[in-house]
Each structure stands twice: as structure tokens, then as C-alpha cells.
């Protein structure tokens, strides 16, 4: 998928996009290894597994993740490498989330604390999540704040790469590697060979089934996230029509309520105005009930109601 959310064709596809990111740097331990060194600036234990988009889901109703590139070494660390092509605003909480997950999965497996594995997160970022730094690397530890000196070693650490940088914060051959990253332009014996395996992952049929497949399975997952949507739209729609509704019905209902209570209480002022009227000339007049109602000439679907109250 490009960044203007069109998908990319698969002799398209770059280092950076997440299939062949993948695809190249699994398939390929040693120069696998050979940028985990160079991204941590120290040398790493021979490369013992490599889990192919390694995905953990701890519990069955739970949010699981999937590994761009999870690996281990013969020293007992554990490596994740992510692309990450748009800026995250969750970075920090992505990352720890990523880091309890691969805690998690060590001790389902039946470790004990003392038995946790170093591990190192490595997310490779397009674009600089902190601009106002302006770093391209940002090394992340744990570290008491009141004593830095205290060796607080939890055996976590995380880096984070920014392709945008404009400090002079790292070495030549990295930034070699970030402008291949942005440019492709492959000036280091590094990111030719890098490019090398792009070209020839590109007439790869058995990836470019994988991809295509993918693809297919995305654009079904969303289609049915479509129409789960307009479901939900079309039931909140109702919910809300029907809320709209009452409310219209209990304004029109009030309205209707006023302009009957209005004309009741015109015919009852009419009413009480006539019979006081009317008590006025009987006792004046010396008249009968009869007469008076004949005198105010009351109608006579209304005589009878008049006379019960005189």
C-alpha cells in the first residue's frame, strides 16, 4: 500500500514497503544481521532464528501484533525490526506495547523472570517522529531518574531511525543507508546489495503470488469492514432517527399540547364569564335561568350545559 492509500503493483514494491521489507531482510539472516549492526553501532551473536512476520496473540479476544522482522541471536537476545512508513503519534506507547508482547510470549512459554531475554525494538521510521529534535537516531533506555548512575538493567532497549534527520548524529555509512531509504540511491556496498535483492525479489513469482494474495485477502477483510460499517452505520442511523424522532414528537406533541390547553382555556374563561353573566341578571332582573340564557342568547346545543350549572 503507498502512502496515498492506492496498492502498489508488485514491480513497484521498494525496501521500504512492508511485503518486501520483510521478505528480503527474513530471507537473508546475514545481511540481516549486517543492518541490526549497523543500526546498533556493535556487533550481535550469529542469527539462530528468524520468524517470518512472527505474529502473538496471547489471549483468543486479545490484540495480538505481527512482526515486521523477529529474530534471535546464539547470545540470547531477541531482535524486532519495524518499517514504519507514516508518522505514528503512539510511537512510544506502539513500542512498549510490542515490548510487552514479546515478554508475554517468553514467560507463556514457561520462563521465569531471571530468564527474560534481552531485546532490542528497532523501528525504521520514513519520516522524523520528532522534528524538533531533528536526530535520526534515538537510542531509548530505562533510567532512574534520580541516580543515573544506578545499573537499572532491564535488558530493554529500543531505537528508533529517522530517515528525516538533519544532525550529523550518525556515521557516513548510515546515512547512506536513510538516503537509500528516502531516495533509493545506493552509494554504500550496503544498500547496492540491498537494491540488488529488491530487483531480484521483483521477478520472484512465488512472492508476487504471496503479494497478490495478500492483497486479495486485504481488499475481502476490507469489503466486509465495509459492509460491517454500513451496517453499523445504518443501525446508529435508525437509533438515531428514532431519538430525533421522539424528540420531534414530544415538541410537536407539547405544541399541539399548548394550543389545546389554549382553546380549553378559552371556552372555560368564555363559560365562566357567561355563567357570571348570566347569575347577574337573574338576580337583577328577577328572572329564571331560562330567561336569562334567552337574553344572552347562549346557543342551544349549550343551554342544557348552562341551566345544570345555574
Known amino acids: 500500500m503507498s502512502e496515498n492509500g492506492k496498492t502498489k503493483r508488485y514491480e513497484e514494491l521498494s525496501f521500504t514497503d512492508d511485503f518486501m521489507f520483510c521478505k528480503i531482510l527474513q530471507n537473508d539472516p546475514d545481511l540481516c544481521r549486517e543492518l541490526t549492526e549497523l543500526i546498533l553501532s556493535r556487533k550481535i551473536g550469529r542469527i539462530v532464528s528468524i520468524d ?12 495480538g501484533v505481527r512482526f515486521d522482522v523477529y529474530m534471535e541471536d546464539d547470545e540470547s537476545t531477541v531482535y524486532d525490526i519495524e518499517m514504519q512508513t507514516t508518522v505514528a503519534e503512539d510511537l512510544p506507547k506502539r513500542m512498549r506495547y510490542y515490548q510487552g508482547m514479546i515478554d508475554l510470549n ?43 548512575t544506578i545499573d537499572y538493567d532491564d535488558g530493554i532497549f529500543k531505537v528508533i531511525l529517522s530517515a528525516r534527520g538533519d544532525k550529523g548524529d550518525v556515521s557516513d555509512e548510515m546515512s547512506k543507508f536513510l538516503l537509500y531509504l528516502t531516495d533509493q540511491r545506493t552509494e554504500s556496498d550496503l544498500t547496492k546489495r540491498l537494491n540488488e535483492r529488491v530487483l531480484a525479489a521483483r521477478s520472484h513469482e512465488k512472492w508476487r503470488r504471496e503479494y497478490m494474495t495478500l492483497q486479495e485477502r486485504d481488499e475481502l477483510m476490507r469489503e466486509e469492514g465495509r459492509k460491517e460499517g454500513r451496517e453499523e452505520g445504518r443501525k446508529e442511523g435508525r437509533e438515531e432517527g428514532r431519538k430525533e424522532g421522539r424528540e420531534e414528537g414530544r415538541k410537536e406533541g407539547r405544541e399541539e399540547g399548548r394550543k389545546e390547553g389554549r382553546e380549553e ?42 341551566l345544570a350549572k345555574l
Do not use: W
Open 106 to 148: 517468553m514467560i507463556e512459554r514457561g520462563a521465569r523472570y531471571k530468564e527474560l531475554k534481552k531485546s532490542f525494538i528497532i523501528f525504521i521510521c520514513l519520516k522524523n517522529p520528532y522534528p524538533e529534535a531533528g536526530l535520526h537516531k534515538y537510542s531509548i533506555r530505562s533510567v532512574c531518574e534520580e541516580d543515573a
Open 265 to 306: 382555556g378559552r371556552e372555560e374563561g368564555t363559560e365562566t364569564a357567561n355563567l357570571s353573566n348570566l347569575k347577574n341578571l337573574m338576580e337583577a332582573l328577577k328572572i329564571s335561568a331560562e330567561s336569562a340564557i334567552d337574553l344572552v342568547k347562549i346557543p342551544a346545543e349549550e343551554r342544557e350545559k348552562y
Open 52 to 63: 517470518r512476520q512472527k505474529a502473538i496473540e496471547i489471549t483468543a479476544d486479545g490484540k
